[in-house]
């Protein structure tokens, strides 16, 4: 009889545990957690990201909303990781890429700088910035900065940027043709393999936006400003430009050895794919919590959305939509012959006048 009661007060006993149990899992609240775990942030090149985070630098939050928020993008530690340079034609959409490439990896994206003679006249390796300089770069006068684009004056040989944005020529394979060049280069370093992104976008639109940014030194001024594409003054600049988009952009398929091409036309259209693609060449394998986050705020705060003058004949008279197709077809044959798909010409300006038109060398 007492041994029958032991055993029904240890069943009692593990009956109410079990319902207590129960009751506080039912009741409890689900929370998710907002600060990520190490081990869930994200990795590059095999290695957690978060471990290469340094906590006494600069972090800037893009998300906006509660949840994501705290998935801040943050300094690395130096020469952490390698360089590659993001160039393009200036206001091809590569603010905007660096933005995706930022929220989307936790790390910060930075400037093209130094150039070739100045990385050449200091010794390899030494041109980063200490702890204090670090942090005055990140407060400097810049519209970028105060945008969050922290690491715009942070140059590339920190080695702590995703990716470093350049509208430089790459330099080239050959000494003598650098030393003689007549623009500004971006040099690579001659222990590391040259790795780039190059983002290509209708040349129509980055030739209008690059005249209104000549004009205002603003990424974000949407006026009009109409007058800025009339008269000879207009003609002179639209026709200068087509040989030194097409130039810059050739240069960054051939002096490279290896180069993960972005079309701006395609990032439009499905920026989640692109950015998968691009993540994989820069071998990142995202923290996915930041890409449902990013899902829902894909524009980010420099992407312009209103255009008061767009490409039309007007704007570009028949001898200079000629030019520049002219070249658009040459870029679109050398991306094809090098393994590249070629440039999505149904959706440049112009294409029912010159799409068909097939122009393999000038």
């Known amino acids: 009889m007492l041994k029958r009661l032991r055993v029904s007060n240890r ?13 506080v899992a039912v009741t409890r609240p689900r929370t998710v957690p907002l600060a990520a775990p190490a081990d869930t942030d994200g990795r590059i090149g095999g290695r957690p990201i978060a471990e290469l985070w340094v906590p006494s630098r600069p972090a800037h939050a893009w998300f906006t909303s509660a949840q994501c928020r705290p998935l801040l993008t ?16 200036p206001r091809s959409g590569n603010t905007w890429l660096r933005y995706l490439l930022e929220a989307s990896t936790g790390l910060v994206t930075t400037a093209g700088l130094p150039d070739f003679w100045t990385y050449r006249n200091q010794t390899p390796g030494k041109i980063v910035l200490d702890l204090e300089q670090l942090w ?3 407060r400097a006068d810049r519209e970028l900065i105060s945008y969050g684009y922290l690491g715009e004056k942070i140059p590339w040989s920190q080695g702590i940027g995703i990716v470093s944005k350049t509208h430089y020529y790459p330099e080239p394979w050959n000494v003598t043709e650098a030393e003689d060049a007549p623009h500004g280069l971006s040099p690579f370093p001659s222990d590391r393999p040259r790795r780039a992104v190059l983002l290509i976008r209708d040349p129509f639109k980055s030739i209008i936006s690059l005249r209104k940014y000549g004009e205002t030194r603003s990424v974000r001024n949407e006026k009009d400003m109409t007058y800025l594409y009339r008269g000879e003054d207009w003609l002179n600049y639209a026709m200068h430009l087509p040989h030194v988009w097409f130039n810059m952009n050739a240069e960054w398929l051939q002096a490279t050895n290896e180069t993960h091409v972005v079309l701006y036309e395609r990032l439009r259209q499905d920026p989640m794919g692109e950015l998968r693609a691009l993540l994989r060449f820069l071998q990142v394998e995202p923290d996915r919590r930041r890409l449902e986050c990013l899902r829902g705020e894909l524009e980010g705060i420099a992407h312009n959305h209103r255009h008061g003058v767009v490409p039309d004949g007007e704007t570009y008279p028949l001898r200079v939509r000629a030019e520049l197709w002219s070249y658009i077809h040459q870029l679109h044959w050398l991306l094809r012959d090098r393994g590249y798909p070629g440039l999505p010409l149904q959706h440049y300006s112009f294409a029912d006048e010159f799409g068909d038109i097939n122009i393999r060398m000038r």
Do not use: N
């Open 11 to 23: 069943l009692g006993a593990a009956l109410v545990s079990v319902a207590v149990f129960c009751l």
């Open 74 to 89: 943050r300094f690395t530690c130096d020469q952490c990781l390698p360089l590659v340079y993001l160039a393009s034609f």
């Open 136 to 138: 005055d770069a990140t």
